[in-house]
């Protein structure tokens, strides 16, 4: 870890210090702003003491980032432009980064102090969609392409859909708990089931679903929102120390062998394919030998950066074998075939199985530039977990008593959180990130309009206002902070 300094200015690895510093310190407020969320119901409900809900939250965390994986975490990083991702220099990239983390750690805490369940993910992603439109407005790049829609779309409706299905499914999730156990004690509150039963905790059996669902919930929220922390932490190193990490330099012979072969096969399935893709492609033009590093991806370049990464890699078996500047110009030829595949996957004039080859396809070509060190992994995994286990009580009692007019039973508790674990988990799935704030939130108002406790409409107004400002609010303030920062510093 610590020789990614070694070499570097002082200016610049105290920069890179400092962005570091602020990707895990998101990260740690993350852990007591969002994982709230998910040990609210077991603490509220008494099924877990308070410190052991949240010190094995902190452990379910930790082990969601570490066994994650880095979908996500690109999903992120994709949403700014590849043409961006090409041209950024250090000052450019710093100016980004410190942009983005300020605007998510001051929406974060100051939610948090007002103890409002808002959104982590929709902060950072906001914030990444004013920093693209931003620098879209400071360059010749058009508006509309300063920021990856195609992506954003899809992130925007993951955000949209998972809180309505959270909502409807526990709510019916309820439903079927009420209509299969009408008689049970699962359907008492804390305060009913001390005052009529004399008892602390829920029965055995809900007290069980209610620990292992909350933890499941932090595995979740680990594997989703801990890999946008690495996402971060990637573009920090990419953007800032780039000869070290533009391609993962722990990759094996087969793995540079398989993006080698992937380029031959992306060859061969545009020609076969050039009835419907040659004009798009430009497949009738000879491509140059080693066209040179360009500014932006150009589909009409596409077959000469293919011809550039087979003869980059020819007979390579490590990247170290690689001069850095040759390592740079790979990564930019494998950005923007993939980027091209994107679009020629989208464009509607293939036959289904061409588009799931072509995908199979892309996948291999990402396979040494979307990575992370397991030091990244290890490190946000362990900020994540350790804010998990602090600052945690603001947001417990906004979720177990003031969503609903009354409090929460263990019934409702374990509808939300089980259909949280679901959603979130569909979501790793697809590579998507959702809010755990939003899912889990929108599951317990929904088991309260089920339960016809009624819903606190204060509370629910308040929150809706967060949810609803986050995305402009954060869009606007690192967009500012950007534009500030790169006229301060003459970019």
Not at 68 to 78: C, E, K, Q, R
Not at 84 to 112: C, E, F, K, P
């Amino acid at each position: 870890m610590f020789d990614l300094f070694s070499g570097l200015p002082l200016t610049v690895g105290f920069s890179l210090a400092l962005a570091l510093a602020l990707v895990l310190i998101f990260e740690f407020i993350n852990g007591f702003h969002d994982t709230a969320n998910a040990v609210a119901t077991v603490i509220y409900t008494k099924a877990m003491p308070p410190h052991l809900a949240v010190f094995f939250s902190g452990i379910c965390n930790f082990l969601g980032v570490l066994l994650g994986g880095v979908g996500v975490a690109y999903a992120i990083v994709h949403l700014l432009p590849v043409d961006l991702l090409l041209n950024l220099d250090s000052g450019r990239s710093q100016a980004m980064v410190y942009s983005m983390l300020v605007t998510a750690i001051a929406w974060n805490l100051g939610t948090w102090y007002f103890g409002i369940p808002a959104s982590s993910s929709h902060t950072l992603i906001g914030a990444i969609l004013g920093v693209g439109l931003a620098n879209a407005l400071l360059t010749d790049i058009p508006v509309g392409a300063g920021v990856n829609w195609g992506k954003a779309l899809d992130i925007g409706l993951s955000l949209i859909i998972s809180p309505l299905a959270g909502f409807a499914v526990a709510a019916l999730l309820l439903l079927g708990f009420k209509k299969l156990f009408a008689d049970s004690k699962m359907h008492k509150t804390p305060e009913q089931r001390r005052a009529i039963d004399n008892k602390k905790h829920p029965p055995f059996w809900n007290r069980l679903v209610l620990v292992l669902s909350a933890m499941s919930v932090s595995f979740v929220h680990g594997s989703n929102d801990g890999q946008k922390g690495i996402g971060l932490i990637m573009l920090v190193l990419i953007g800032i120390v780039p000869a070290k990490f533009v391609l993962d330099p722990a990759s094996t012979p087969y793995q540079i062998q398989r993006t080698y072969a992937a380029a031959g096969h992306l060859n061969d399935f545009y020609l076969r394919h050039a009835n419907v893709l040659g004009d798009y492609l430009a497949l009738q033009t000879p491509p140059s030998a080693e066209p040179s590093q360009k500014a932006r991806c150009s589909p009409q370049d596409t077959m000469s950066s293919i011809q550039a990464v087979r003869h980059s890699l020819d007979g390579v078996r490590t990247y170290k074998e690689l001069p850095p500047e040759a390592r740079g110009r790979v990564r930019s030829h494998l950005l923007c075939l993939d980027d091209t595949a994107r679009k020629v996957a989208n464009m509607g004039v293939l036959p289904a199985d061409a588009v799931t080859d072509l995908r199979r396809l892309r996948a291999d070509l990402s396979a040494t530039t979307e990575y992370a060190p397991l030091w990244v992994i290890a490190a946000v995994a362990l900020a994540l977990g350790i804010g998990t286990m602090v600052g945690w009580r603001r947001v417990v009692l906004t979720v177990g008593e003031k969503i609903g007019k009354q409090g929460m039973t263990y019934a409702q508790g374990m509808a939300a959180q089980i259909t949280a674990v679901g959603a979130i988990g569909i979501a790793n799935a697809f590579s998507l990130p959702v809010s755990t704030t939003q899912v889990l939130s929108s599951g317990v108002a929904g088991t309260m309009v089920a339960n016809r406790s009624g819903l606190h409409n204060g509370t629910v107004r308040t929150i809706l206002l967060a949810w609803l400002l986050t995305f402009p609010a954060s869009m606007l303030l690192s967009a500012g902070l950007f534009a500030v920062t790169v006229l301060t510093l003459g970019g």
